[in-house]
Antibody, heavy 119, light 107 residues
Framework: QVQLVQSGAEVKQPGSSVKVSCKAS????????LNWVRQAPGQGLEWLGG????????NYAQNFQGRVTITADESTSTATMELSSLRSEDTAIYYC????????????WGQGTRVTVSS | DIQMTQSPSTLSASVGDRVTITCRAS??????LAWFQQKPGKAPKLLIY???NLQSGVPSRFSGSGAGTGFTLTISSLQSDDFATYYC?????????FGQGTKVEIK
């Protein structure tokens, strides 16, 4: 079973960028999809994008096109999500979630990273 | 993008009740549909994948059905541990979408 450990909480200024990392253990990192999902306070789940490392395929949600970048380092089994041009509405808990194959099912979840955007 | 519409948004029920939550897709997604349970302060937990497959370790009182555009999550006999928020997720297309959630409350 895949286990995902995310980086710690961040406080950012509006207009800046944030990078959140997600280190995977168990399973073969490159052979399953890896998603990024966020949840604003009191709100539902919102998909930012996902990638399948072995294929190099990266898909982004339309709402975040041009603002989010997802990368993966297979040598360290670590995925990273960078969100730029931050605004207060980006304050949320950001989760990575892995699939069980070459798809974007969110089967296993990291513990979440709280990102606060405030001046 | 494929839109996912969940209903109801809130559901009040008692322990032992049979509970049904519905998710409708804006276009045919085959059986590429998952259900999650989320409790406050915790990450979501996968319950059902591929519309009707029970994730390992999930109690058998949870079941999923449907295909195409209409899907259902059923809890056959609600337990105290089941009071939570439930989400559906489509993962058919290259863009994933979630339903808006159903909060199951104590009646």
């Amino acid at each position: 079973q895949v286990q995902l450990v995310q980086s710690g909480a961040e406080v950012k200024q509006p207009g800046s960028s944030v990078k959140v990392s997600c280190k995977a253990s168990g399973g073969t990192f490159s052979s399953y999809g890896l998603n990024w999902v966020r949840q604003a306070p009191g709100q539902g789940l919102e998909w930012l994008g996902g990638m399948i490392p072995i294929s190099g395929k990266v898909n982004y949600a339309q709402n975040f096109q041009g603002r989010v970048t997802i990368t993966a380092d297979e040598s360290t089994s670590t995925a990273t999500m960078e969100l730029s041009s931050l605004r207060s509405e980006d304050t949320a808990i950001y989760y990575c979630a892995s699939a069980t194959g070459w798809n974007f099912l969110c089967a296993y979840w990291g513990q979440g990273t709280r990102v606060t955007v405030s001046s | 993008d494929i839109q996912m519409t969940q209903s109801p948004s809130t559901l009040s029920a008692s322990v032992g009740d049979r509970v049904t939550i519905t998710c409708r897709a804006s276009q045919n997604i085959g059986t590429w549909l998952a259900w999650f349970q989320q409790k406050p302060g915790k990450a979501p937990k996968l319950l059902i994948y591929k519309a009707s497959n029970l994730q390992s370790g999930v109690p058998s009182r949870f079941s999923g059905s449907g295909a195409g555009t209409g899907f259902t999550l059923t809890i056959s006999s609600l337990q105290s541990d089941d009071f939570a928020t439930y989400y559906c997720q489509q993962y058919d297309s290259n863009s994933v979408t979630f339903g808006q959630g159903t909060k199951v409350e104590i009646k």
